[in-house]
């Protein structure tokens, strides 16, 4: 299909793009990488009148660490992402996730911005985001603001985010000492839509046969209406010495905590189920001798 | 405010394939039917239109993108190379020669797209193994072939690269 | 690059079989296709690439519901964008083109009713066309769509296959008086006795198929160019069957066959998909005649979802007797299958059934059988043929039915089947259903695929990985296929489809070749087989054929590409023009070198003496002799450097393959994910003119049969609107999760033609999803679990393990 008809104009400035916002309102939309926007267009799924293309901002591009914290630039790319050091040093949960974010050319052009805004419940970022505790980034011609990942996620296709914000970068800890991340998601071809998928990372305390996690953190994404923590199963993971015993907990209390949606050929018992075996999988991950 | 009997344009200014192409758009108007339209290369195709089947591939400022996902707009200013180009690298001729080989395309629609991308592959995954090639492509649907022949053709030319066929033209395997 | 010809070293199958020419140097050999050369570098002429002086654009608007009475169209709105040329509905479109009824008369009792390019009171699928909008630019014409203003009422739709035949079910056209379109009964006799035998051990299911679709790579797209100058309409088509569009448009609007040309040029891909006539065809056409000038139609991705035609939509109970020493006695299946709200002109829609009725329990020895079929209407998109038609569910049930009753009595599947399948020195024979069988090779091709996969080591591997907690499966899965057909398939039922194709050969003043074929090309290599057979006989070097299909104006009048004919039926008619051009040179040769003909040869591009291989005269030589020379030729001879010859299959109703493929896939019973390990195919298709072009055949038809095992599904809402229709929700295979797939070749010639070749472009469709459903089966089997239901998805198989 054809998209409906638009304009289009390349903002020079974050103020700039202000401007545009307030003198357009809901009739404007920001293009970044565009993958999922065009898409949408091309469906003729919307139709704005104007289309802001915010991808010359240098100020929003870019990854560095500083004081702890890995900075992210909105602009960058999933490529970007998949491919630096500084990411697979500090935050290798984002590194894990890059490669099933769709396909090499989407992801050369996608950003975590973009995705981090849309906030569909089946991306990748905002579970890594959750499950990391970072900070979303946003300005305004009103100034800056700082959200944490836990207070972004509003439900489907739904942040915090005001209208007239702009979201300029996510902050996140950097890998701390005996902290382990992993990811990883069900999807029924590479590069779908994850069926279940789940973001994890703890810190991990391993003496001889024992082991012990700490600081658990589980994000599912493509369960329900925005990415979620398992809080329960968290709980009871940190609880004591990580015995089976204690899975099976943290598998009962994960089944009795979710509760979520359906999609067209996967019904939520599955969804469960499909959730719980990855909890199982990332717990053994996590608590997996290092490799050399 | 938009109303449809408003068409904004754009005058953009495109290197497609090294030739420059200066236009005047509609800015609705995607970079692949910028490309057949406007440029008059109709090699790239239209499979979905919304950025699934990749027979739309094409290479922007050397990365692949999905030609439906991009604006002429966008393009403005930057750089397309698609299979028609008309001094085809060293590597783009051994995929084709090999896809000829190895009867790696039926009925032709998604090759040129999957060219570009597996093109991309060999310049930057040299060590790729035959799993990592169907990964690579799997962003490309070919109904056709069932994709065993075109694993083997790349596998071939990337045999033929570590072998040191390319070694005289050799392009720094890009980061 | 090496010169294909000069390449000793490429897999050569010819050498197998008797030659069936002199100097046989290309048949049987793996060539690549250089003529798709230019594929690799985009240039290729499919119809979207075509630009013409004032060509339009049209877009459909097309039902959004199921099934509805239209009660309003508005137009002026849409009218009056600029860049719009016209806005068209039913009543006017009706007026330049007749309706159409898709019955055949050999379906006894098959029933449907007219139909219309646009609907004319009601729509009665979603995705029906309605309204036309044509435009300057497809862009244009998509605007104008969103000004149309149309009023419906909805309408009570008929949605579910097994209450379509209830008395309080609405009827889609009360004046057929149900909602059957068809049905067939076919009983040998003797099934009750065998099932009720005290040394009988039966096994029962009931398998559902998903309806899926072919989701071409290219959309379906035509230009519809009528000139009013010379009153002559010529459609740029992606179509198999130029031919019989050139008829039907003829019927449809009042014409003569001179008047209508069909250009078939580049097809990006067809499946089936592309040789049924949609309204939409017809519509477009009836616009350039109305507008007077070419009118493009360029179907999006969206729409091909509802308005390409849906196959394989069966629900089927089945069950198998065998004796307790393991023989196979008696199969019986009730086929209930849904198609849309007409049959789909011109092949009907009762075919796919009717194979099924044909086709279960093909292989077997059996003979005792019982089929039940009923084909009824529904408010969804119109079926037909698709790649395989029928043969995937009638070789699915029969090979899980085969499995099942082989698990009951503990015999190995390979071993049951071995001792079940008719013997390759039976042949000829009837199967238990009536199909006429020439020669197959079941038992070779079970003995091959047993040993390429390993079978052995597979099941060792099997039961030392179940102890540590992993489930691999292997399923086995023999198969018959239906190539060749003869005019028993569409001619006896009154459909003007060609069951004979011809060959036009033509030697160039330089030498070179022309060959002119009315079967076309869809990317499956016929114009480079033709080029092979033409090559051998006629005595020249492949680079020096040249092969031209997909024009009614240039090759002869015949069927075009469909049920695997391209290389048995189009190929047989070029070896027969081929070989008596060969004679036509040796007669001219003889002549101008004033010799006995019976003395020299044709033979890489030049007569040679017989004897002493002392080469006597390029053809080059002899053409310009020929052609511009004719002073120096006596009178009473003049040369025929020009033969056309015609074939049809003539001695069976269908000449019939088999094969026999193993899938290996591992089932991770946590999630009911499934893994692909590997795949066998070993394939009989007679001759094989170039095994390399065979090998892909059988591999594309093997995912596409894949996709519908275990991923493609039309889903429809309760409502009747389909939920999926876009390519991130209905899932075509994609590269990630296929196999490796390992070709082997038995080569049992048809005596029906000299070349001996069958088809080959379906098999591989056809037992992918028997093979893979049981190997996923055999994976489950220590759990006791099942899954019979295509597309067997992660939710069922983790219904069928008991975990949700």
């Known amino acids: ?292 | 405010m938009n109303t449809p009997t408003d068409h904004p344009t754009r005058r953009v200014s495109v290197i497609v394939n090294g030739t420059l192409f200066l236009r005047e758009i509609e800015c609705r108007k995607h970079l692949v039917d910028f490309l057949r339209d406007d440029c008059g290369m109709k090699g790239s195709h239209l499979g979905c239109e919304h950025g699934v089947c990749g027979a739309c591939t094409v290479r922007l400022d050397g990365r692949i993108v999905r030609g439906c996902l991009v604006l002429a707009a966008m393009a403005d200013g930057h750089s397309v190379e698609t299979v028609e180009t008309p001094a085809p690298s060293p590597r783009l001729r051994a995929l084709q020669d090999a896809f000829i080989e190895h009867n790696a395309l039926q009925c032709g629609y998604c090759t040129p797209g999957m060219l570009m991308a597996v093109l991309d592959l060999v310049e930057r995954r040299p060590q790729a193994n035959r799993e990592q090639v169907r990964e690579w492509i799997s962003g490309n649907y070919c109904r056709c072939t069932g994709y065993h022949a075109i694993v083997d053709a790349v596998c071939a030319v990337l045999d033929q690269q570590r072998a040191g066929r390319f070694a005289a033209n050799a392009v720094e395997a890009r980061a | 690059m090496n010169h294909p010809t000069e390449l000793p070293t490429r897999r050569d199958l010819g050498a197998e079989l008797p030659a069936v020419t002199e100097d046989q140097r290309h048949i049987g050999v793996a060539i690549p296709r250089e003529g798709v050369r230019r594929l690799t570098q985009g240039r290729g002429q499919f119809v979207d690439d075509i630009e013409l002086p004032r060509l339009a654009h049209v877009v459909f608007w097309r039902s959004p519901v199921a099934h509805m009475r239209i009660t309003r169209i508005g137009r002026s709105a849409a009218a009056a964008l600029p860049g719009v040329i016209a806005v068209v509905t039913g009543p006017e479109i009706a007026a330049v083109c007749k309706p159409w009824v898709a019955t055949l008369a050999h379906l006894a009792g098959i029933k449907s009713a007219p139909q219309y390019p646009l609907a004319m009171e009601r729509a009665t699928w979603q995705g029906e066309p309605v309204v036309a909008v044509v435009a300057e630019t497809r862009a244009i014409a998509e605007d104008a769509l969103a000004l149309l203003e149309i009023d419906w009422e909805d309408l009570p739709a008929v949605l579910d296959t097994r209450t379509a035949l209830d008395p309080d079910t609405p009827l889609i056209h009360p004046e057929l008086g149900d909602n059957l379109c068809f049905e067939r009964k076919l009983d040998t006799g003797g099934v009750d006795e065998a099932f009720a035998r005290a040394d009988a051990v039966v096994f029962e299911e009931t398998y559902v198929f998903g309806r899926h679709t072919g989701v071409t790579l290219e959309p379906r797209c035509q230009i519809a160019d009528w000139n009013p100058g010379d009153e002559r309409l010529t459609v740029h088509h992606s179509f198999q069957a130029p031919h019989m569009m050139q008829d039907l448009y003829c019927r449809q609007f009042d014409l003569q066959e001179s008047q209508v040309r069909v250009l078939c040029r580049d097809v990006g891909g067809s499946f089936g998909i592309k040789v049924h006539a949609y309204p939409d065809d017809f519509a477009t056409v009836a616009l350039s005649i109305l507008l007077r000038r070419p009118v493009k139609f360029v179907a999006d991705r969206i729409e091909s979802f509802t308005s390409d035609i849906h196959a394989r939509e069966h629900h089927i109970k089945a069950r198998i007797a065998a004796t307790k020493s393991g023989e196979i006695i008696a199969f019986e299946i009730d086929d209930l299958t849904g198609i849309g709200p007409y049959s789909m002109f011109p092949r009907t829609s009762g075919i796919e059934g009717n194979q099924v009725v044909n086709l279960t329990g093909g292989p077997y020895r059996h003979k005792h059988y019982r089929a039940a079929l009923k084909v009824v209407f529904q408010n969804k998109t119109p079926t037909c043929q698709y790649r395989g038609v029928g043969h995937p569910i009638a070789c699915a049930v029969t090979e899980a039915l085969v499995d099942g009753v082989a698990m009951k009595l503990g015999i190995d599947p390979i071993a049951f089947r071995l001792a079940n399948v008719i013997p390759d020195d039976a042949y000829p024979a009837t199967g238990a259903s009536g199909i006429k069988l020439e020669v197959l090779s079941h038992e070779a091709c079970l003995r091959e695929a047993r040993q390429v996969c390993d079978y052995e080591a597979l099941r060792r591997e099997q039961s030392e990985l179940r102890k540590r907690g992993v489930f691999r499966g292997i399923g086995v899965a023999a198969l018959i296929e239906l190539t060749n057909p003869s005019a028993a398939f569409y001619g006896v039922g009154g459909a003007r489809i060609a069951s004979q194709d011809g060959a036009t050969l033509r030697l160039e003043p330089s030498g070179v070749l022309t060959v002119m074929s009315s079967v076309g090309e869809q990317g499956q290599g016929a114009e480079a087989i033709f080029a092979q057979i033409a090559a051998d006989a006629v005595g020249v070097a492949i680079d020096h054929v040249r092969v031209i299909t997909g024009d009614t104006d240039a090759t002869p009048y015949g069927g075009g590409t469909w049920a695997s004919r391209g290389a048995g039926i189009g190929g047989e008619a070029v070896l027969r023009a081929g070989l008596v051009l060969r004679a036509n040179i040796l007669a001219t040769a003889a002549v101008i070198l004033q010799r006995e003909a019976g003395g020299m040869r044709v033979m890489r591009g030049a007569i040679h003496d017989a004897d002493s291989g002392e080469r006597l005269l390029d053809l080059a030589e002899l053409g310009r002799i020929a052609y511009f020379r004719s002073d120096t030729l006596p009178k009473t001879f003049t040369p025929e450097l020009m033969v056309t010859r015609h074939y049809a299959q003539r001695d069976y109703p269908f000449i019939f393959t088999n094969g026999v493929q193993v899938s290996h896939v591992e089932v991770d019973t946590d999630t009911g994910f499934v893994r692909l390990l590997k795949h066998w195919a070993v394939e009989d298709c007679g001759r094989v003119i170039n095994p390399m072009l065979v090998d892909e055949q059988m591999r594309g038809a093997i995912v596409q049969g894949i996709g519908g095992a275990l991923f493609e599904e039309c889903l429809y809402d309760t409502d009747g609107t389909l939920r999926n229709g876009n390519m991130a929700d209905y899932l075509v295979p994609m590269a990630a999760e296929m196999p490796d797939i390992v070709v082997s070749h038995v080569q049992s010639p048809t005596k029906s033609s000299l070349l001996g070749a069958k088809g080959a472009g379906e098999a591989g469709t056809a037992g992918a999803p028997g093979a893979v459903m049981n190997a996923i089966n055999d994976a489950l089997s220590p759990f006791g679990a099942r899954v019979s239901s295509q597309p067997i998805t992660p939710e069922k198989i983790l219904r069928a393990l008991g975990k949700i």
């Not at chain 1, 994404?221 to 015993?245: F, K, N």
Request: aromatic share 4%; proline share 4%.
């Open chain 1, 1 to 292: 299909m054809k998209s409906p008809v638009f304009d289009y104009v390349r903002a020079t400035s974050p103020q700039h793009v202000f401007k545009l916002l307030e003198r357009h309102g809901d009739d404007a939309r920001l293009l970044a990488g565009g993958q999922t926007l065009l898409a949408t267009l091309n469906l003729r799924l919307s139709s704005p009148a104007l289309l802001i293309d915010i991808g010359g901002l240098a100020g929003l591009r870019g990854i560095s660490v500083q004081g702890g914290m890995l900075r992210i630039g909105a602009l960058t790319t999933h490529v970007e992402i998949e491919e630096s050091s500084q990411v697979a040093q500090h935050a290798p949960l984002l590194a894990m996730a890059a490669p099933h974010i769709a396909h090499r050319a989407i992801r050369n052009l996608g950003t975590i911005g973009g995705t981090l805004a849309y906030a569909d419940p089946a991306a990748e970022w905002p579970a890594c985001v959750l499950a990391l505790g970072g900070t979303l980034v946003l300005q305004s011609s009103r100034g800056e603001r700082r959200l944490a990942a836990d207070d972004f996620f509003l439900g489907i296709y739904s942040t915090a985010m005001a209208a007239d914000e702009l979201l300029v970068a996510v902050e996140l800890p950097c890998t701390a000492q005996g902290e382990r991340q992993t990811f990883d998601e069900l999807a029924r071809r590479r590069g779908d839509y994850a069926v279940a998928g789940l973001a994890a990372c703890a810190r991990v305390d391993a003496h001889g046969d024992a082991c012990r996690l700490h600081d658990v953190r589980l994000a599912f994404l493509s369960l329900g209406d925005r990415p979620q923590r398992a809080r329960q199963a968290e709980a009871v993971l940190q609880s004591g010495p990580l015995t089976e015993a204690r899975i099976l907990d943290a598998d009962a209390a994960l089944r009795a905590e979710l509760d979520p949606f359906a999609d067209l050929t996967h019904s939520a018992a599955a969804k469960k189920q499909l959730a719980a075996t990855l909890m199982r999988r990332a717990i053994k991950a996590l608590s997996a001798p290092p490799a050399a």
